[in-house]
Each structure stands twice: as structure tokens, then as C-alpha cells.
């Protein structure tokens, strides 16, 4: 197994020569298209070697998303939903002192990095940016769950450009907006097309809808609880109706608020990543976390341009178009 991850690393550099590349959002970095998805070449490496290596078993939960959508909250509600017994007192709760991101690992920037591609620490999830279509065959085939959070696109990629400037050094330059807006409607944006990645799982929902739960942001951001109870009754952890009563779930929402958890010692100035290399600043996974944050950045022409695109690309399949 071992031999075989170290196999596929030594052949790596070679197969992303063959592959078509685009300058990417930083000037330190290209894009590599690859399964119809331009992705980072590390988080690329950690693609190939889950396709390759990853077995899911049946009782694994997938948390997937294309970046920006919310993926860090999902993680902090995952987490605190299925250890929420465990951590009845809060103030000893981990996400008081620990990342989202550290305490459910991401697949291929966590899991296939480090070669233990078939295991999942103790609690079922596993997150990924991977669009369904690419996912490692046993996830498909297995057929365990999956959540899928999304967002307004104009919010995503506003998100996305604020973050992508926020890692860059600071003194390198990094694209204007205009041009990130291009690139994105372009669908060279990181695990783009946008579009594309939410169509991959809405369209495989209608195979398997019952193996998949839809959150989407705004409605979320909007009124939390009943998508925290959604969340709970799918991944098989519903809340009793005393927990209701005693106001558990909105505890569990409060604790995991954007509000909270951005105002945290640990998300203002600590930081995470797969590898010290590649380690951000958590304090850039929190931003604003508004709903049409879109309006204080992009012109009428630029909003237009890329709901032009979303009416192409949703138009006709139920999504928000
Ligand atoms: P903004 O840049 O619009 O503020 P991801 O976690 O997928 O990387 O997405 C990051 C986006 O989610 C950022 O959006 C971030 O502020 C927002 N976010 C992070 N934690 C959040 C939370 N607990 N509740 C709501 N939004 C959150």
C-alpha cells in the first residue's frame, strides 16, 4: 500500500506536465484541469492518491463542498451534533480551542496527503472539495452518505477572491477582481467550474436522494435550526424532544455561529493546514459570513455577468438560478 502511494507521488510531477494548466488566482501558483476540474496541484496530489488508495466504508459521511461555501461550518456542526453528549459542558468544548478544519479532516488535503487513505479518525466524516464526479469509486459504490452545502455564486466567489488575497504574500501580487471574475465564469477557480461542482451532486441526488442532504447557505445563515436538525436526523443523530426542549439544538447553533466562533482566540490567530508549507491563517476562513456580501464588491455588470452564467448552468434543474 505503502509502496504504491509512494508510486504514485514519484510519478506526479510527470503527470501534471501532460495536463492543461492555466495561470491561476495568484501568480505563485497554476491551475491544472484535470476530470474537468482545475484544482492546486498539492491538493491534485491528494486527489489521485484518495482515487487511487481511499476505501469508504458504508458508515463514513461525507462532507462535501466546492470552496467557500460554508465548508467550515458545516464541519463545526457536524462535529458538534455527533459529540454533543460527550461535550454537554461547553466550556470545555473542543472547537473552544480547536479549528473546525482540525477536528474533521479534509480527504485529500488531510487523509491521502499523509498516506492513511483508508482511515478516518474516530468520527465518521471526512470532508472534501472533490466534485462528485471524481470522487474515489468505493464512496460512490459503498453508499454512504453525503451532505452537500452551497451558496449564492456571487457570494462564493467574492469569498474566494477575498481568501486567495488574504494567503498570498504580501509582497506578491495577486489578480483584481475583474480578472478573477473572468477566470471564474471561465470556470478556472479552485475545484471550478463553481456551476459545475454543485450540478455534479444535485444531478447524482436525484439517483440516490436518499444518501444525500442539500444545505444551502443563505437559508442556513437565515434561520440555522432546522437545518441543524436536518443535519442531525441524516447523519443519525437526532435530537430526543427533550434535547428540543432543552434548547440544545439552538445551543449547538449559537456555539457554531460565525458570531462565536470568529470571536474565538483559536480563529483569530492560530493557524492549520495539511502541511506547515501550505498552513493559513484561520482568521481567513472567518470573514464576514453575510449573505450577498456580493453588493459592497461587484459592479451591476459584474453581478450580471455571473447570473448570467447561473441562469445557463441552473436554469431548469430546481437550484436558485
Ligand atoms: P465570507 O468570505 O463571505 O465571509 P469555507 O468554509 O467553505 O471556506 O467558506 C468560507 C466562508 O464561510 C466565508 O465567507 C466565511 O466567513 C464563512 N463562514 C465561516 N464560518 C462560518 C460560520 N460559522 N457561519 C457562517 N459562515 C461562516
Known amino acids: 500500500e505503502e509502496q504504491s502511494l509512494q508510486k504514485t507521488h514519484q510519478s506526479f510531477e510527470e503527470f501534471l506536465s501532460t495536463l492543461p494548466r492555466q495561470c491561476g488566482w495568484t501568480p505563485l501558483v497554476d491551475c491544472y484541469l484535470y476530470q474537468g476540474c482545475w484544482h492546486h496541484p498539492f491538493f491534485l496530489r491528494g486527489v489521485i492518491a484518495a482515487q487511487q488508495h481511499f476505501e469508504a466504508q458504508p458508515t463514513d459521511i461525507f462532507l462535501c463542498s466546492a470552496p467557500k461555501s460554508g465548508t467550515t461550518w458545516l464541519k ?23 479549528m473546525p478544519h482540525q477536528c474533521i479532516p479534509s480527504l485529500e488535503g488531510d487523509v491521502a496527503s499523509k498516506e492513511h487513505a483508508d482511515q478516518i479518525a474516530e468520527l465518521p466524516f ?30 462564493a466567489f467574492v469569498s474566494m477572491w477575498h481568501f486567495v488575497s488574504r494567503i498570498t ?55 440555522p435550526l432546522p437545518s441543524v436538525k436536518n443535519l442531525a436526523d441524516f447523519i443519525g ?35 492549520n493546514g495539511p502541511n506547515p508549507a501550505v498552513a493559513i491563517e484561520n482568521s481567513a476562513f472567518f470573514r464576514k459570513g453575510k449573505i450577498g456580501d456580493w453588493q459592497s464588491h461587484l459592479t451591476p455588470e459584474m453581478a450580471e455577468r455571473l447570473d448570467q452564467v447561473t441562469r445557463e448552468k441552473f436554469g431548469g434543474t430546481g437550484l436558485p438560478s
Open 169 to 223: 504574500p504580501k509582497d506578491a501580487t495577486y489578480i483584481s477582481l475583474e480578472e478573477a471574475l473572468e477566470l471564474f465564469c471561465e470556470g478556472v477557480s479552485f475545484y471550478g467550474p463553481y456551476w459545475d461542482h454543485v450540478l455534479s451532486f444535485w444531478n447524482a441526488r436525484k439517483e440516490a436522494p436518499q444518501r444525500m442532504l442539500f444545505l444551502v447557505y443563505e437559508e442556513m445563515r437565515k434561520e
Open 76 to 98: 463545526a456542526l457536524a462535529f458538534a451534533i455527533v459529540t454533543r453528549k460527550k461535550y454537554s459542558d461547553l466550556s470545555s468544548h473542543p472547537l473552544l480551542s480547536t
Open 126 to 155: 471526512l470532508a472534501t472539495h472533490i466534485p462528485y464526479h471524481s470522487l474515489p469509486k468505493s464512496i460512490i459504490s459503498c453508499g454512504c452518505k453525503i451532505v452537500y452545502i452551497f451558496r449564492d455564486p456571487k457570494d
Open 237 to 271: 443523530h437526532p435530537f430526543s424532544v427533550e434535547e428540543e426542549n432543552e434548547g440544545v439544538l439552538q445551543k449547538i447553533a449559537d456555539l457554531c455561529s460565525f458570531e462565536y466562533l470568529s470571536d474565538l482566540d483559536v480563529n483569530k490567530n492560530g493557524k
